[in-house]
């Protein structure tokens, strides 16, 4: 081939060799696909918004949540409770004594403190107790997702059209900004008020609904717009947050989460014939303020004359 035309030429055999992979991963796993999407029978599933920028064992603190019911591979409702995860506190009569650090903030332990290992099933399955217990229905699965899948998504989707409900127009740009400002604002009515009377009201003082709502109009929006164009770009974006955890998946059906374990989509910890290092994050009460906190882990190891090991773990963490 001409010079000039070999760098195309490359190009294609390499996404060729990509899309025959998926291709037949995706074959290999058309049965449990269509088990997830409710063709054999209805599913229900959590979706819980993990916000990372309030980081929890399992990927953050969760004050958004929705409950999704899908038939035929269709959505048929998503439901959004206006006050987000804190809905659940009156359905819960069982008093269970949350795990100490969490004490700072109450010892009794409830739905949306329910995420706190970093075990996603561990995790996923107390989510799913909490959540019956709360007086909601028994689910099929829980599927968390941080902010980032929605601001990559957004990318897909372009500006999502949210003035009449919050004033707002997001899109993948300001996102980040827009949605930490509205979903904090009742934090910072109480601390600084002077800072939020630019901020939209939200529907009812209900801030935590924007999450839900634009999801909700995300997924709504996907299917118009799918193109040979922007189809290789949204199975990149799905690659991608799976492979970093940024979305999760955990299934009551035995043969779905096996398939979730095989492709390490379930956020399980892995088993460990060694000894390893693991270290797990629990912000409580610090409000969103891991975003603007950089961390460094060093790791030491000096074998001494007995042969005898001491290890040293040096965490430094500047906000």
């Known amino acids: 081939l001409p010079e000039e035309y070999r760098p195309q030429f490359l190009s294609f055999r390499n996404q060729a060799a990509m899309a025959s992979a998926s291709l037949s991963t995706l074959l290999n796993s058309a049965q449990e696909i269509k088990d997830f999407l409710g063709v054999s029978r209805d599913k229900r599933y959590l979706l819980v918004f993990q916000n990372n920028a309030e980081m929890r064992g399992s990927g953050g603190?969760?004050?958004s949540y929705a409950l999704v019911d899908i038939r035929d591979g269709r959505i048929r409702r998503l439901e959004v409770p206006a006050g987000g995860s804190y809905d659940t506190e009156a359905g819960?009569?069982?008093f269970i004594k949350s795990p100490k650090p969490l004490w700072l903030v109450s010892p009794r332990w409830y739905f949306w403190d329910a995420n706190w290992w970093p075990d996603w099933p561990t995790s996923a399955r107390s989510l799913m107790w909490f959540y019956e217990k709360s007086g909601g229905p028994t689910v099929d699965g829980v599927i968390s997702f941080t902010p980032d899948v929605l601001?990559?998504?957004?990318?897909?989707?372009?500006?999502i059209d949210m003035q009449a409900d919050y004033g707002l127009?997001?899109?993948?740009?300001?996102?980040?900004?827009?949605i930490q400002a509205t979903v904090e604002k009742d934090?910072?009515?109480?601390?600084?008020?002077?800072?939020?009377?630019?901020?939209?009201d939200s529907?009812?003082?209900q801030p935590k609904k924007i999450i839900g709502d634009l999801m909700a109009k995300i997924v709504d929006r996907l299917p118009q717009i799918l193109s040979a164009k922007n189809v290789s770009p949204l199975i990149q974006i799905l690659e991608k947050n799976l492979s970093a955890k940024n979305i999760m998946l955990y299934f009551s059906d035995k043969s779905l989460e096996e398939k979730a374990s095989r492709y390490g989509f379930d956020g399980a910890i892995l088993p460990s014939r060694q000894d390893y290092l693991l270290v797990a994050h629990a912000n409580i009460a610090g409000q969103k303020s891991d975003r603007k906190i950089s961390e460094r882990i060093e790791h030491s190891v000096q074998v001494l004359?007995?042969?005898?090991l001491v290890d040293t773990v040096t965490i430094t963490r500047t906000h």
């Open 61 to 63: 603190f969760f004050g």
């Open 92 to 94: 819960m009569k069982n």
């Open 151 to 159: 601001a990559d998504l957004l990318k897909i989707t372009g500006p």
């Open 169 to 178: 127009t997001v899109d993948a740009d300001n996102f980040w900004d827009l």
């Open 187 to 200: 934090n910072l009515i109480k601390t600084h008020p002077q800072e939020v009377s630019h901020l939209p």
């Open 203 to 205: 529907p009812k003082n």
């Open 305 to 308: 004359s007995d042969l005898s």
